[in-house]
C-alpha cells in the first residue's frame, strides 16, 4: 500500500506541476498575444503615418505641379500674344514691300520711257498737242498724258489698322 499511496501523492503532485505548467503556459501565450497586438498596433500607426505623409507630398506636388502649368499657360498666352503681334507686323511689312516694289517698277518704267523719248517726255520728236514746258519740265497735263498706266498707290498709313 505504500506503493499505491506513495503513487497517488507523486500522481497529484504531477497533476499540481502540470496545472502550474498549463497556467504559465497560458500567461505566456497571453503575454505573447499582448505583445505581438501591441506591436501590431504599433506597426499599423507607422502605416498611418507613412501613409499621411506621402499624401501630404503627393498634395504639394500636386500644388506645385498646378502652379507650374498655370506659368507655363501664361508664358504660352504671352508667347502666342508676340507672335500674333509679330504676325501682322510682318503681314504690314509685306504689303508695304509689294506697294513698294510696285511703286519702283512704275518708277523703272517711267524713267525708261523718260530715256527712249530723249529726256522730253515723249516718244518722236513731235509733242502731243497742249503740250507745255515750264522751267524745263512738261506741264499737269502733260504728265497726264505720261502717267495714264500708272496705278493709283496707297500710302503706308492705309495699311494701319
Known amino acids: 500500500m505504500a506503493s499505491s499511496s506513495g503513487s497517488p501523492s507523486s500522481g497529484s503532485t504531477s497533476l499540481v506541476q502540470n496545472s502550474g505548467s498549463?497556467?504559465?503556459l497560458q500567461l505566456l501565450m497571453d503575454q505573447r498575444k499582448r505583445k505581438r497586438m501591441i506591436s501590431n498596433r504599433e506597426s499599423a500607426r507607422r502605416?498611418?503615418?507613412r501613409k499621411q505623409r506621402h499624401l501630404d507630398d503627393l498634395t504639394a506636388l500636386v500644388a506645385q505641379l498646378r502652379k507650374e502649368n498655370n506659368r507655363i499657360i501664361t508664358s504660352v498666352?504671352?508667347?502666342t500674344q508676340q507672335f500674333l503681334n509679330v504676325e501682322g507686323e510682318n503681314s504690314i511689312l509685306r504689303a508695304q514691300v509689294a506697294e513698294l516694289s510696285h511703286r519702283?517698277?512704275?518708277l523703272n518704267?517711267?524713267?525708261e520711257f523718260m530715256n527712249l523719248s530723249g529726256g522730253n517726255g515723249f516718244l518722236g520728236t513731235e509733242e502731243p498737242y497742249g503740250a507745255e514746258y515750264v522751267?524745263?519740265?512738261v506741264?499737269?497735263?502733260s504728265w497726264n498724258y505720261v502717267c495714264t498706266n500708272q496705278p493709283i498707290m496707297a500710302s503706308a498709313e492705309t495699311l494701319q489698322y
Open 139 to 141: 506741264n499737269t497735263n
Open 47 to 49: 502605416s498611418r503615418m
Open 109 to 111: 518704267e517711267i524713267v
Open 104 to 106: 519702283l517698277q512704275s
Open 77 to 79: 498666352s504671352v508667347t
Open 22 to 24: 498549463e497556467e504559465n
Open 135 to 137: 522751267d524745263g519740265f
